[in-house]
């Protein structure tokens, strides 16, 4: 069995985790850590965890399985930015053209796949804080580590987005777009 394979099998478990927090909020301790998950990867994915709710099932397991994949490498990652609404996603794309600040995307609302909850940004961890080192080759061992996992990554667009994620299910495509999340 593949580190990959390993990793989404222990996606699995925390996919289960995100369909019980869906439920109402009910006051329970702190879940244990994982059998066998280190303590500081399980507070890595619990990290992310509120924003992996906010994605589709489809994705969860795969993001889950990049961060796994990318601890067992030594690269501590954490999602940052997951669903966004279109009118977020317009926001966003009109910072660095009409409000202040740098540009960050290059589509607007109804464009991205964050819109359809199947994309994520990702950070390092560095001193407990998300951090995006302008360092190429770590980038680029993270892309391959979730291009593995089977998402498309960012780094290959053709204006560079390297810590976006996303997947597209099967029949899903350009000019398709996925369903709206319920």
């Not at 099998?9 to 244990?32: D, M, N, W, Y």
């Amino acid at each position: 069995m593949t580190k990959i394979q390993t990793a989404a099998l222990a996606a699995s478990a925390l996919v289960g985790l995100v369909l019980l927090r869906s439920r109402p909020p009910e006051p329970t301790p702190p879940t244990p850590p994982q059998s066998g998950t280190p303590p500081e990867l399980d507070a890595l994915q619990r990290r992310s965890l509120a924003m992996l709710e906010t994605l589709r099932s489809e994705i969860r397991p795969l993001i889950v399985a990049l961060i796994r994949a990318a601890y067992e490498s030594g690269i501590s990652l954490v999602v940052t930015d997951a669903f966004r609404s279109s009118a977020e996603q317009d926001r966003i794309y009109e910072q660095g053209r009409t409000t202040p600040g740098p540009i960050v995307t290059e589509v607007r609302g109804g464009s991205s796949w964050h819109n359809y909850g199947l994309a994520a940004d990702l950070a390092v961890l560095a001193g407990g804080q998300p951090t995006w080192p302008n360092d190429l080759d770590l980038w680029a061992r993270i892309g391959a580590i979730g291009k593995r996992a089977g998402l498309r990554w960012g780094g290959d667009f053709p204006t560079p987005d390297r810590p976006h994620f996303e997947f597209h299910p099967p029949g899903i495509g350009p000019g398709i777009s996925p369903p709206p999340i319920a």
